[in-house]
């Protein structure tokens, strides 16, 4: 074994929580103000602050890029929910992965699971391939990985559980346990599940990264990522690419995303309880080949669901295939009611696309079907409406997909 090849040694982790989950959601990164005692924070738009004399801020602020009150309130409550020492802020989900790749020195070599977002996929093939950093992607990862790791070249093995849009689950432990004992970093993609469902930490991984845009903040109107983290080497050096790069939040954001992570784990549970409702009235329909979600039985990994989810949890997201092809999965789309055809996920709102030609489109198609990804495939997002509104949602669509089948009925908008 090469220096490069040490093993990782665990860093010291954040302490063990006090409070509750919802306590935390609600208090952490919330502090009242000392002036006016406020209890939600102010929104600070400053983007430089005074200093008493060359080099001396009057607090802990210089400039906002670098560092503001709101990014830095964000960041100590996603710490205290992930369960991390530290946590970092970006302008976008994309812009984590982007940075943390960044991070590598050109040739080195990363593993990910096949069936990932289209947006990293991107971002892998297209974007660090040109800075001279190779991805190799499984379809089975935990079976596949000490065989693709490549002595002195692989740092970082990368997961999406659960994977969008096919929600298959990955044994982070497992995975962590190899690529640890090779000195090889862990990031788990954790934005389908959120905090509340899942601390991957907690498993092993490294790095746990979330485009807030969807479950953490929830209100479909705001744009961030963030990572987390107990590494303080990793600290500096993800600091340093923040501030270096620039790819920060706005304080707005910030302060909307802290808002809107004080409703998580209502909305999480709510969320879940539509999504099985869903998933279950999907599995016994004639006109639907297969329904992917973890919080089903049938569900292939639902054994790792129940030991690193919340309660067994499956989240809010599903996916299925519909009898039709492309054709039927289309109109269903256009059919739905309360379901708005729509990419993004994780919202109030209940959202309905097709990955194969919307969020996934960029992948080609040979690589999308081996993952799963198939014309096919109709990816649900179940917000926090009543479930029998949604269960019924689906049903009178799947209705008009098999009637206009059959006779010839023209596609409807919105249910129309």
């Known amino acids: 074994m090469t220096k490069f090849e040490e093993p ?53 602020y210089e400039y906002s890029r670098s560092s503001n009150p709101n990014r830095d309130n964000f960041e100590r409550a996603i710490a205290a929910l992930e369960h991390a020492r530290y946590a970092l802020a970006f302008s976008s989900g994309s812009a984590t992965t982007a940075t943390i790749l960044q991070s590598l020195a050109a040739g080195s070599h990363v593993v990910s699971v096949s069936d990932v977002y289209g947006g990293t996929h991107r971002y892998f093939t297209k974007v660090a391939a040109a800075h001279g950093v190779q991805v190799t992607f499984s379809p089975s990862i935990e079976l596949d990985v000490a065989e693709l790791i490549r002595p002195d070249e692989t740092k970082l093995i990368w997961i999406e559980s659960p994977s969008n849009p096919t929600l298959s689950l990955v044994d982070i432990r497992a995975v962590a346990t190899i690529a640890h004992r090779h000195g090889i970093m862990v990031v788990v993609d954790n934005t389908f599940l959120s905090p509340y469902i ?8 490294d790095i746990v990264i979330h485009s807030v845009t969807k479950y953490i903040n929830g209100h479909s109107d705001v744009l961030m990522g963030v990572a987390a983290f107990n590494s303080e080497e990793l600290k500096e ?5 923040q501030n270096a790069i620039g790819a920060v939040p706005s ?7 802290n808002r809107g992570l004080k409703t998580l784990h209502l909305r999480a549970r709510e969320a879940t309880v539509n999504a099985m409702a869903v998933a279950t009235a999907l599995e016994t329909s004639p006109n639907v080949i297969a329904v992917n979600y973890p919080g089903l039985k049938s569900h292939p990994h639902r054994n790792i669901a129940l030991e690193q989810h919340r309660d067994g949890m499956g989240g809010g997201m599903l996916s299925f295939r519909i009898r039709g092809g492309i054709e039927a999965a289309a109109r269903f789309c256009q059919l739905t009611q309360i379901f708005t055809l729509a990419e993004s996920l994780g919202g109030v709102e209940s959202l309905v696309e097709l990955p194969g030609s919307m969020t996934h489109a960029g992948i080609p198609r040979e690589e999308r079907e081996a993952a799963g990804v198939f014309d096919d495939l109709v990816r649900l997002s179940c917000g926090i409406e009543d479930a029998d509104d949604l269960r019924a949602d689906v049903l009178q669509a799947l209705d008009k997909v098999t009637a ?10 919105n249910g129309n």
Do not use: Y
């Open 8 to 60: 990782i040694e665990t860093p010291p982790r954040a302490p063990s929580p006090v409070h509750k989950f919802g306590t935390r959601a609600v208090h952490a990164g919330s502090p009242h103000d000392p002036v006016t005692g406020a209890v939600i924070e102010a929104i600070s738009l400053s983007t430089t602050f005074a200093q008493t004399a060359v080099g001396r801020p009057v607090g802990e």
């Open 237 to 241: 050096r993800l600091t340093f690419l």
């Open 251 to 257: 304080p707005f954001d910030c302060w909307l995303a």
């Open 404 to 413: 206009g089948a059959k006779g010839g009925v023209t596609d409807g908008v």
């Open 198 to 205: 899942q601390n991957p930490l907690d498993h092993g991984a």
